[in-house]
Nanobody, 119 residues
């Protein structure tokens, strides 16, 4: 059973930065697509960014382009989401998910990490 674990969430002021991490136990992430989603209270889940497996192609939602960067460190079996210039509307629970390709419904999910942007 694949277990994904997110970390790095927290409280940050508008304009600040956070780096989220997604790692897996008993599974290598290097050849899998990893996607970050977020869900704010009362809103639908939103795909934020995705990185493909071997090719490493990246995708971003329009709302985060130019502010968020997804990357992977295969030696650490970790995928990162660097979030800069955070805005209050970025407040949500952030989830990482894994599958063979980037798609709306990914196969494996983590438990999520809370990101709160507030002054």
């Amino acid at each position: 059973q694949v277990q994904l674990v997110e970390s790095g969430g927290g409280l940050v002021q508008p304009g600040g930065s956070l780096r989220l991490s997604c790692t897996a136990s008993r599974f290598t992430l290097a050849t899998s697509a990893i996607q970050w989603f977020r869900q704010a209270p009362g809103k639908e889940r939103e795909g934020v960014s995705c990185i493909t497996g071997s090719g490493g192609t990246t995708y971003y939602a329009d709302s985060v382009k130019g502010r968020f960067t997804i990357s992977r460190d295969n030696a650490r079996n970790t995928v990162f989401l660097q979030m800069n210039n955070l805005k209050p509307e970025d407040t949500a629970v952030y989830y990482c998910a894994m599958d063979s390709t980037c798609r709306d419904r990914m196969r494996y999910w983590g438990q999520g990490t809370q990101v709160t942007v507030s002054s």
